[in-house]
């Protein structure tokens, strides 16, 4: 029988006298609430636990909600009654996820069914369904999001109505698709968009010092971006759902996937380590080609500030979660981007792959895509198809999966521009201009940020 899991900080072992000293382990209730560690670092699982090849077949043919509550089981059986944790996935995965074949080699899993149409929505609704059972009854809690497109409007979706917690979230102003604005604007009662006027790394760096802030412990603050182990764990069983629904004779395979804040390849890189036979996890990045510039050469740089690319929800320059990646490769990155230790670079390049797309070879990866198989692809799904197609380029032709992060009609004036067709509206989009909902404004100021959320918290 495993010993329970609980969870470290990245930072355990930095000994630094601007850091706080933090070598707790924590069970993931805490982690959780806490979200960033008080030293800064984020949390990391004390084992990761392994699936035999007769554990992983076995889940061929079952539903995905099945699915997942086999893989999340394993993380979270000390913390929720299996019978009950069976209940929420069967719940809140409650939609279709569709997988396209591109050729003899290639497959794209679609993960943009869910309620806003996003990726995101596989690990909000566990988040936010866990938060809500977890919290103190009597306890109020004010969560915090930063997003740079998808994030968002997936988050506010999950807990929108929950009793007892409020949404607050962050996205730069200018840095949205409209639908996706309108997503995020529109959500109404316990939450709250804010635009920013800057970019997602300042939205994120205000989120990361409110959690830092002494002064704002009475808010109960909790993150709901990927810097909390909530967002993490949801992200890995359809990893093992993709493959169970394709391979068969538990062949290798390669996963490409759309990069921005790393936490989906985290997922990856966590079913890997869990038994999946994954040969190796492309990191396909849009021109924030921060991670592909490090696997190269071993110096870390973020990309600062973070560039303007067509896949806006990639527009990230120092991905939080590379710290976890640092992290299980044995090194350390703290929340700067600032190297403390390097990490195993030679098993790194054994298992990881990543190259940058430029908006050029998006644009031509969704003319392509459409012109010889009709599969509609946006440009977060772009980037990724791209990358392996680079990567095939280096390498053999092998069985491969490449993510759909969000559905075409987000998107539909880059699809209109690019092929000159609207993507079909899926049902959650359907009557999304007729909401209603505005957003607050504020500056790229921490100080009005931190008024903004004590005046909001008298209300």
């Known amino acids: 029988m495993n010993k329970r899991i609980l969870y470290y900080s990245t930072n355990r072992d930095l000994n630094e006298s601007k850091i706080v000293d933090f070598k707790q382990i924590v069970t993931f209730k805490e982690a959780l ?7 800064k670092g984020l949390f990391m699982p004390s084992q990761i636990p392994q699936l035999s090849k007769k554990d992983i077949l076995s889940l061929k043919g079952k539903q995905y909600h099945e699915v997942a509550y086999e893989i999340l089981k394993r993380f979270l059986s ?26 003899n080699y290639t497959y794209i899993i679609r993960l943009d069914q869910g309620p806003s149409a996003s990726f995101k929505d596989f690990a909000a609704r566990l988040m936010a369904n866990l938060m809500h059972k977890f919290k103190q009854k009597n306890k ?38 409209l639908i996706q604005k309108k997503q995020l604007d529109t959500i109404g009662q316990n939450v709250q968009s804010i635009a920013i006027d800057g970019k997602f790394d300042d939205c994120q760096r205000l989120v990361k010092e409110a959690f830092s802030d002494s002064e704002l412990a009475n808010l109960n603050l909790a993150s709901a971006n990927s810097i909390n182990i909530g967002r993490v764990l949801p992200q890995i069983p359809y990893y093992f759902y993709a493959y169970v629904s394709i391979a068969d004779n538990f062949k290798p395979v390669i996963f490409s996937i759309p ?19 994954i040969e190796k996890i ?6 924030n080609d921060e991670f592909p510039k490090f696997l190269k050469s071993g110096i870390y740089e973020k990309v600062e500030p973070s560039r303007t690319c067509l896949s806006n929800s990639m527009n990230i320059g120092n991905p939080s979660n590379l710290a976890r990646f640092f ?65 095939f380029k280096e390498n053999k032709k092998a069985f491969s999966i490449c993510l759909e992060t969000a559905h075409p009609a987000k998107f539909p004036g880059i699809i209109r521009k690019v092929l000159n067709i609207y993507p079909k509206k899926p049902n959650s989009l359907i009557n999304i201009n007729k909401r209603r909902g505005e957003p607050d404004y504020l500056p790229n100021n921490y100080a009005k940020f931190k008024e903004y959320l004590l005046n909001r918290h008298k209300k």
């Open 259 to 277: 990069s921005g804040n790393f936490g989906n390849a985290l997922g990856c890189e966590i079913a890997r380590r869990m038994g999946l036979p």
């Open 33 to 39: 609430f806490i979200g960033m560690a008080p030293d």
């Open 78 to 103: 000390d913390e929720i009654k299996d019978k009950e944790l069976k209940n929420i996935t069967k719940k809140i995965y409650d939609f279709e996820i569709p997988i396209d074949n591109l050729d």
């Open 327 to 391: 992290d299980l490769y044995g090194g350390n990155l703290d929340k700067e981007g600032i190297t403390h230790k390097k990490p195993n670079l030679k098993e790194m390049k054994k298992y990881l792959y990543s190259v940058a797309i430029s908006d050029e070879e998006t644009i031509e990866t969704i003319k392509q895509v459409y012109n010889n198989h009709k599969i509609i692809v946006e440009p977060h799904g772009a980037v990724g198809i791209a990358a392996l197609l680079k990567y």
């Open 140 to 177: 109020s809690v004010t969560v915090l999001v930063a997003t740079s497109g998808d994030t968002g409007s997936a988050i506010g979706k999950a807990y929108k109505g929950l009793d007892g917690i409020k949404v607050f979230i962050l996205y730069p102003k200018s840095e949205v698709s």
């Open 282 to 287: 492309i990191i396909a990045t849009n021109q």
